[in-house]
């Protein structure tokens, strides 16, 4: 044996001994007369809790989840969902209520400022049109029943007495778990066949400096989707898959997450579906009551020319063009 | 009026398990559910200790706060009972429960679950049933409680580890204990649930 593998042997030796000494030293106590004391080395709860998040321990049962002993965090959690979720969906939703009547108040209904033409321009193709009712009616089912199970007990509860708002609850619960998945359905449709039209353009930059059309003086140029369809288009995305990844671990609990998980699972879902629903309903403003003439593109699919003049230029002018080309006899025979 | 609580003095507890078995045949509680547990710490160490657990019954219960159907609420004596009438199984309670003590029979789709179960304290259920009918035991088990009993995990605890009774009582208790042995790792979850701490 060379010298530096026998210093390698004593180097490593000493090492094991040590960090066995130290193992045992840290782990028991010993008294005064130098005998192992098994009372002083338990680690009282109060120090325990201090040490960890919460405690865990070993259990005989095959049920995982109740090996934790403590978590304080659930007193935490019943101060988010019971305070904090209570007054912030409230403002946030009732805020956007109240911001959108302001704006209705003060702007009224844009009409299409030169009147209808009476022409037509086919604006959504049915398979369009149905990848956004079905996202927009899942959404309107599980936004009510969502809300009704934060808010129910303080709004439902008390007009039609416990039974009752039990019964509904129940449906609603059964009804939010199943809707879920037409509605992640639906937001694939739309992330895909929407997906081209969204990204964004030099053109929606201008749109912003036009002021988005809501300044009457002034003309705000766009393509298919403007700046503020791009942005709903892409904030709903993002909380459709913010809401869809923590729905889905909610709605399989504990597979694979632990209790701090499924706490983060719900305040995730809860906080980004009321922001949801607020974005969702100044869509709907828009779509409806704002603007004349926009219902009709997700409603029968066809929009006036007017209304595509001044809300979609670019996008008007180039299917004008692509119907001049196909009206051309020479460019392709009849099949 | 009596405060009830529970209280495990972990320096007595021998992780026999009879608590659990005793709350299961007591209560007839179906498989797959334990309303209460043993949980042991730092299992194999020196220092290690065992610590029974279920529904301590909670000062400001988080659970009943937190019921989207309020069917939790708190008796008299401090028990928090529920009402699986109203419950709709929707598992919130067991996300706000420090103690991990809702329990939810697993049915239909995923992982839905059915009307939460948990420990009653062994006094029955907090629905319209009669106290002491048969009605109740088949929905919530055992009413020892309305005869004037204790919970019959800590009954029969066999090294009088597991305490329930009055909370100034059993405080008591564990003090005198705690005092006369010169050790004691503390009135576990105390702090959590009851927001106090057995001073000794």
Known sequence: MTLVARARLVIVTVALLSMVAAVSARAETFGPDGAPNPTASVVDQGTLLKQVPRIEGRIDIPDTKASVLVQPAGRTWDYFHEVLLHWGGAIVILGTIALLGLAYLIMGRIRIAEGRSGRKILRFKAFERFSHWLTAVSFVILGLTGLNITFGKIVLLPLIGPEAFSDVSQAAKYVHNFISFAFVAGLILIAIIFFRDNLLEKVDIDWLKQGGGFIKSRHAPAGRFNFGEKL?????????????????????????????????????????????????????????LGIEGAFEAMGTGEVDLNWAKEHHDLWLAQQLANQDRQRQPSATPAE | MARMKFLCDADRCIECNACVTACKNENEVPWGINRRRVVTINDGKPGERSVSMACMHCTDAPCAAVCPVTCIYPSDDGIVLHDKDICIGCGYCFYACPFGAPQYPRVGNFGSRGKMDKCTYCAGGGGTEAPGSAAEFAKYGSNRFGEGKLPMCAEMCSTKSLLAGDGDIIAQ????????????????????????DIEV
Do not use: C, N
Request: aromatic share 16%; glycine share 12%; charged share 10%.
């Open chain 1, 232 to 288: 709903v288009y892409w904030l709903s995305l993002a909380a459709g898959l913010a809401v869809s990844v923590s729905g889905f671990l909610l709605l399989f609990p504990f597979f694979g997450t632990d209790i701090a998980q499924m706490q983060l699972a719900q305040v995730v879902h809860a906080v980004v579906a009321v922001l949801f629903v607020a974005l969702i309903l100044g869509h709907i403003y828009i779509g409806t």
């Open chain 2, 173 to 196: 208790i564990y003090r005198e204990r705690v005092a006369k042995r010169g050790y004691g790792s503390g009135a576990w979850g105390w702090v959590t649930a009851y927001k106090e």
